[in-house]
């Protein structure tokens, strides 16, 4: 199978649990509730004073729900028009192909593992292209190095397409290597200034057939365990447009 193949089974993938304009985030999932609850906790403790600031502010990939973090005059871009409708300031759009200016924005917010369906290097430019320098980055991605990998093909790869369950649900994505994100992130003059990882536990439970919602049950052994984030299922970082 191709590239392009791979490419397109991520983008359908991507299609059948979005584009219909659902909610992302569902309460009674506790593996996701986690997942939002970390990253809203990263961004209230590290970002939400550079937020204030910020003058133009990019929600990419946004989908249909709004963080209580997040700024209303936020341009909320997402690829699935369903996804924007009810926003104010809604665009649809590529998040490979940003419908912007350069140095349009002093803050970009890439979450909810966005990123995971598009290709890295593509995104990444793109977002620091459209950053002025000194602006930021919050990016939130799902990692090869996740226990739920050990011993799998995929585990280590610098990018690698998975089938994996989300909310319940058969999901296909792509999953990357801590340090290709890095290098990535420094090729675009993005330099890395806060990094968490979180589902850590939790993933071993996942490698050993728990299953997600069982899973989840160990995320409250993060503080705990981050000798072992490199295990880490997700990893989110605060990152700096240089000059």
């Keep these: 199978m191709s590239r392009l193949d791979d490419e397109l089974i991520v983008r359908d993938a991507a299609r059948r649990l979005y584009g219909d304009g659902q909610p992302i985030w569902d309460p009674k999932d506790r593996w996701n509730s986690y997942k939002r ?5 990263f961004c209230s403790r590290h970002a939400s ?33 369903l996804q924007t409708r009810a926003k104010s300031n809604g665009v649809v759009g590529d998040l490979c192909s940003l419908p912007f200016e350069k140095g349009s924005f002093d803050f970009v917010v890439c979450v909810a593992s966005v990123l995971n369906y598009v290709s890295a290097i593509e995104a990444i430019s793109e977002v620091s292209r459209v950053l002025r320098p000194g602006g930021h980055l919050i990016l939130h991605y799902e990692t090869s190095t996740s226990f739920e990998h050990v011993l799998k093909s995929t585990w280590g790869m610098p990018v ?39 589902h850590i536990a939790s993933a071993l ?25 490199m295990f880490a299922d997700d990893v989110i970082i605060l990152a700096e447009k240089l000059a």
């Design 37 to 41: 609850a970390s990253i809203s906790a």
């Design 49 to 81: 004073h550079l937020l204030s600031e910020a003058e133009a502010i990019l929600d990419a990939g946004c989908g249909s729900e709004a963080y209580p973090w997040m700024p209303e005059r936020s341009i909320c871009l997402d690829r699935h028009f």
């Design 160 to 198: 690698a397409r998975t089938e994996t369950i989300n909310g319940g649900r058969p999901d296909t994505l792509w999953v990357y290597r801590p340090s290709y994100i890095t290098t990535i992130l420094r090729g675009a003059r993005l330099q890395g200034r806060k990094v968490q990882r979180f």
């Design 205 to 229: 439970g996942l490698r050993i057939g728990l299953g997600q919602q069982t899973s989840a049950k160990f995320a409250v052994l993060d503080p705990f365990v981050q000798r072992l984030g």
